[in-house]
């Protein structure tokens, strides 16, 4: 049980039941993430607003199974074992390919960036990724230069760092209130990108 109080798909009314029935995968299963934010619903539009605009936009150019990569990588920074699974699913599905998305997994877990089967420019990201995470305060300009050295131009670059960001934020949102995996479909995302309006899970 989650430590606040929260409104069930079936009990929601009004602003709350209008976004529950856009953020719903099968059988109106509600991720509990979102269900966190039932209390003030407003909160949960400005969520999944920041979320489909940084990770599920048709205007992103990083691959989307990478930056699952690195929402994965953040979350086990975080130890956030509820983003971890839901994000290394969505990764493992866009990838499509199970023995190497494992392996990434097990990169990650072991925090081995070297040992990723990953490009250096990747890695790269991912170094990046790290440091935002756990150490925000001692980020340099050197540290946005060692991407731009490794290949990214300045509009992926952005990418990494919002992608960095929002994960940190949605971990904070699980840790700090108790959210667990009881009841979700694990791996479910926003599938459409071409419509940042539709949130719809599937």
Not at 33 to 51: C, D, K, N, Q, V
Not at 78 to 107: P, Q
Not at 183 to 195: A, E, K, R, T
Request: proline share 4%; glycine share 8%; net charge negative.
């Amino acid at each position: 049980m989650p430590w606040i109080t929260t409104i069930p798909f079936d009990a929601a009314t009004g602003k709350l039941k209008q976004l529950y029935q856009r953020v719903t995968g099968p059988g109106n299963n509600v991720d509990n993430i979102m269900m966190m934010h039932s209390l003030r619903p407003h909160t949960m539009e400005g969520h999944m607003a920041i979320y489909k605009y940084v990770l599920h936009h048709k205007d992103n150019e990083i691959p989307k199974w990478f930056l699952e990569v690195l929402g994965v990588w953040v979350s086990s920074l975080n130890d956030c074992t509820y983003c971890v699974e839901h994000h290394f699913a969505g990764m493992k599905r866009l990838l499509r390919d199970d023995a190497r998305a494992d392996a990434i997994r097990t990169a990650i877990t072991a925090r081995d960036v070297a040992g990723a089967p990953l490009d250096d420019a990747q890695k790269a990201a991912m170094v990046y990724a790290q440091k935002l995470t756990q150490a925000a305060g001692q980020m340099v300009q050197a540290d946005v230069q060692a991407l731009r050295d490794a290949g990214w131009d300045d509009g992926e670059i952005l990418e990494i760092n919002q992608v960095s960001a929002y994960f940190s934020y949605a971990n904070r949102t699980v840790l700090g209130l108790g959210c667990s995996t009881d009841g979700d479909v694990i791996g479910l995302s926003p599938g459409n990108s071409d419509d940042p309006d539709d949130w719809g899970h599937k």
